[in-house]
């Protein structure tokens, strides 16, 4: 049993802390679970008088004896106990991954402290554990974790800190890449690229710092942002929302990820940005990291031709989606082109369709569903249901309206009938301004049931190669998941653009940390943080000096350890007699 603590964010914007009376219990798969016993509210709206009851009637029972002895050690005051296996795991791979080696070698050659490594490794480590704003960082650091080498941290030192990732951030994102490739074995001859977009919680018109920025050092100018293109103007910008926020400005982000799902490379742009228009962007940088021959598999908002286009240059291939309701010539003959399916998996059935010849002929690969075929049917008959009992009512009150103008006749009901996002799709109108149900519309609809298309320009693939394949662009997205639920990269708080690339490439170095722990582990991240969360370090201090001792490890913790390739911490830390503290 033990006091949980968790953090919300309030609607202005403020993080708060709640805590928890709790205890771990393992569910149906063996996976431990906490359970709430009792909510104490917030931290600083804290019945502290109440909390020292429960401490009085616990020792109580306990006796004074074996109380000190459930505490701490005979003879020693009981400090804190701030967690350390979290810090643990994300510390060795830190280094193991060689995140730490590249940074210290950039801040070395350009004269910068070693203490920025450790301030982006506590930024990235909070990403992890406690997703929290960097002012948060500051009591959250030494108060509540044990981080290697930062005993405490300042808002300044961690501004500075993003500044400097900032200017080295291709140098640092190339030696991530092949560290882990290196390290995990990984195949990087397929890079699924995808595009999200995260909002602000501010006025776009807003020139006033509302937020953390407000009180942030200026950032010095570098060589590499004098050499640097002149940007074409703010990040923050409306556009079109993955996030349903269409209200709020916001920036688009772009993702490329291996096969495994183990993050390769990502890139922020202005929140007007288009898909159409990052893919030469994109495969112009990954040529650089030696990967301008693999096969890039992109969704149907890239796959305009100038972009297939880009991605077959200097021997590389493409799968990309496309948009089954284009009413381009090569799709609707793609889709009426008739052929016996072949099932690749439970799911899954596939058919390959050539169009054109010679040189011309483009590949594309008919996919075809027949529980999602199901679900559609199940969707678009409701909707026709709603339609035909709408243009029943429409009808009734034509009729008792007769004697009025054609054009009271036409009501605002038919308008919003016809104009509905849903249905209006299902709906046309006569010359007589009446609205009818298009059977036309209904029978082609049915016709894409369940299907999606794919093409490829890469004759060596099968059909079954190219449909599991694109499946697999699923891992570019559950990273975006992960990138806005597990680490909190939204909603965003700053204001300068520095700020906000800075931060997305905090967010992108913690989803790497993650990913290969999951990949390590086979098992989530949650698993694997609510299992290591358990293990503290205990700091007790007596008359002749002080000590560090960690939570004696569990065999579930010890497994898990094991799996990850990562040594348990030391049973006892450090060491200080009253001497030396006293030094």
């Given at each position: ?346 799911n899954l059935k596939v058919k390959q369709v050539m169009v054109g010849s010679g040189e011309a002929a483009t590949r594309y690969v008919v996919c075809h569903n027949p529980h999602e075929a199901a679900r559609d ?207």
């Open positions: 049993m033990y006091l949980r603590t968790t953090s919300r964010r309030t609607t202005s914007g403020k993080v708060v802390r709640y805590l928890q009376l709790a205890h771990n219990e393992r569910n149906e798969r063996g996976v431990p679970v906490a359970r709430v016993i009792a909510n104490l509210g917030r931290e600083d709206q804290l019945d502290r008088k109440a909390l020292a009851r429960l401490v009085r009637s616990i020792s109580r029972v306990l006796g004074a004896r074996e109380e000190r002895q459930a505490l701490t050690p005979e003879g020693f005051e009981f400090l804190r106990a701030p967690e350390l296996g979290g810090p643990h795991l994300i510390g060795a791979l830190w280094e193991e991954l060689g995140i730490g080696r590249a940074l210290w070698r950039v801040a070395r050659a350009s004269r910068q402290r070693r203490d920025v490594e450790r301030a982006i490794f506590a930024m990235v480590a909070q990403r992890c554990l406690e997703p929290a704003s960097k002012l948060e960082a500051t009591r959250w650091v030494g108060r509540d974790v044990a981080l290697a080498g930062v005993e405490a941290v300042s808002d300044d030192q961690l501004y500075r800190a993003m500044d400097f990732l900032l200017a080295c951030q291709e140098r640092v994102q190339e030696s991530v890449f092949f560290s882990v490739a290196t390290l995990l074995n990984l195949e990087v001859d397929v890079v699924f690229f995808d595009t999200t977009s995260t909002y602000f919680e501010m006025d776009i018109e807003e020139e006033e710092d509302r937020d953390a920025d407000a009180h942030e050092p200026q950032t010095a100018t570098t060589k590499a942002d004098q050499d640097a293109p002149a940007a074409p103007g703010p990040l923050r910008r409306l556009g079109h929302s993955k996030d349903h926020r269409p209200d709020l400005p916001q920036v688009v982000i772009g993702l490329a990820v291996t096969r495994e799902g183990v993050p390769v490379r990502v890139w922020v742009w202005p929140g007007n940005t288009q898909d159409q228009t990052v893919i030469e962007e994109v495969k112009r940088d990954l040529s650089g990291w030696r990967l301008g021959r693999a096969i890039y598999v992109v969704d149907a908002g890239c796959a305009s031709q100038k972009n297939l286009s880009h991605l077959r240059e200097h021997g590389g291939h493409y799968i990309a989606a496309v948009k089954l309701r284009s009413g381009m010539p090569e799709t609707e003959h793609a889709l009426s082109r008739q052929g016996r399916y072949r099932t690749v998996a439970d049917k199940s969707r678009r008959e409701r909707k026709i249901r709603r339609i035909e009992e709408e243009l029943v009512r429409l009808e009734h009150e034509r009729r008792r309206a007769r004697g009025d103008t054609a054009k009271q006749a036409h009501t605002k009901a038919e308008c919003a009938l016809r104009d509905h996002k849903a249905l209006g799709r299902y709906v046309r109108q006569t010359a007589s301004g009446r609205l009818v149900l298009d059977r036309q519309k209904v029978a082609t609809e049915e016709r894409l049931d369940g299907k999606y298309l794919i093409t490829t320009s890469d004759p060596k693939l099968s059909a079954e190669e190219v449909a599991l394949g694109y499946k697999r662009l699923l891992e570019a997205e559950r990273s975006f998941r992960d990138l806005k639920g597990t680490l909190a990269l939204r909603p965003v708080y700053h204001r300068k653009d520095e700020r906000i690339r800075a931060h997305v490439l905090i967010c992108f170095l913690a989803l790497v940390v993650i990913r290969v722990a999951e990949l390590r582990a086979g098992a989530t991240w949650r698993t694997i943080r609510a299992e290591l969360g358990e293990i503290r370090l205990g700091h007790f201090r007596s008359g002749e000096g002080s000590f560090t001792k960690t939570t004696t490890l569990t065999s579930s913790q010890r497994e898990l350890l094991r799996a990850l390739g990562v040594p348990e911490p030391p049973s006892i830390g450090s060491v200080v007699p009253h001497a030396a503290a006293a030094a």
